[in-house]
């Protein structure tokens, strides 16, 4: 099935999906950017989208708190249009701008990590203040540049640092990170980069992990959550292009999303699932988890859990 049937089809997302219904309608508002020309090493991250909605008619609209969603309004918007990726990155920059302004809670999919830098543009437009980045991830993705590519999967997040709402590093905060490139280390070690690493993490429990965030961004009224798939063990997502052992447990990140949405949300995404790298997609079926937790955890401040 073809994306542009399934966004028309209110089966997916547990049967909450809106098809036709407005950004200013929606409780939640899905888009996504199959897009992975920026990846450095293993593609296949443009399946994930569909992938991903393929098994969303199979679950309940309900959390695993025992709560239940149902009867909210999902409006998933498919894919953003384009063919090249400058036509895919100014739609998303279009779509999150809008999204942001009408305030609208949202999931981007995507994708490799790539995508999110049209995203992180989008809400920097939108807003009149500054905003914090969490990002949750086995990479720093703090290169200038990959392969000449300034705008690659590893570069997300230097791009950032140079929107006019991202006062500095402070604004940043990485999570799960047990990977550095070469180029990263002197630009990390005179920024002060905020960094609690997958070894750290574990070693002072997630609890003090989300005590630490939650100092951190303590007068921030707009926060954003980028999350790569890779942050997993890949014992537990082995569908990415660039695994790296000694990740998060899934009851680590499903905790840590927890405690994180205690925090002013605005919007999440989550990126670099690539299907064909796992016959059984775990990484897919995590990504679905994620996802509906999410959307718990930010409904459940609006009062709109059962």
């Not at 399934?6 to 996504?32: C, H, R, Y």
Request: proline letters at 5%; a negative charge.
């Amino acid at each position: 099935m073809e994306v542009s049937e399934l966004i028309k089809d209110p089966g997916i997302w547990a049967g909450q999906n809106k098809p036709g219904m407005t950004i200013e309608e929606a409780d939640i508002v899905v888009f996504s950017i199959p897009y992975d020309g920026g990846v450095s090493f293993r593609a296949g991250a443009k399946d994930g989208p569909e992938a991903l909605r393929e098994i969303t008619y199979t679950i309940a609209p309900t959390t695993e708190a025992f709560e239940s969603f149902e009867g909210i309004n999902v409006v998933d918007l498919g894919d953003v249009p384009g063919k090249s990726r400058d036509e895919l990155f100014a739609s998303a920059e279009k779509i999150t701008h809008d999204t942001v302004k009408a305030g609208k809670f949202f999931v981007m999919i995507g994708g490799d990590h790539s995508v999110t830098i049209p995203v992180h543009r989008g809400i920097d437009n939108a807003l009149d203040e500054p905003f914090g980045i969490i990002h949750i991830d086995a990479h720093f993705d703090l290169c200038s540049e990959m392969n000449g590519d300034v705008l690659s999967h590893g570069s997300t997040e230097r791009r950032a640092l140079e929107l006019k709402n991202i006062s500095g590093a402070e604004s940043l905060f990485f999570l799960g990170i047990r990977s550095v490139e070469t180029q990263e280390l002197e630009f990390i070690r005179e920024n002060n980069i905020n960094c609690l690493s997958a070894k750290d993490m574990s070693e002072i429990g997630i609890e003090a992990v989300i005590s630490k965030v939650k100092d951190h961004f303590e007068g921030y009224k707009n926060i954003y959550i980028t999350l790569d798939i890779d942050c997993l063990d890949p014992a537990y997502a082995p569908g990415t292009g660039t695994p790296q052992f000694g990740g998060l447990t899934p009851r680590e990140l499903l905790t840590l999303l927890r405690g994180l949405f205690d925090l002013p949300i605005l919007g999440m995404d989550i990126v670099e699932i690539a299907p064909k790298l796992d016959n059984s997609l775990v990484a897919v079926f995590a990504a679905r988890k994620i996802v509906t937790e999410c959307w718990g955890h930010y409904l459940r401040k609006q009062g709109k859990l059962k």
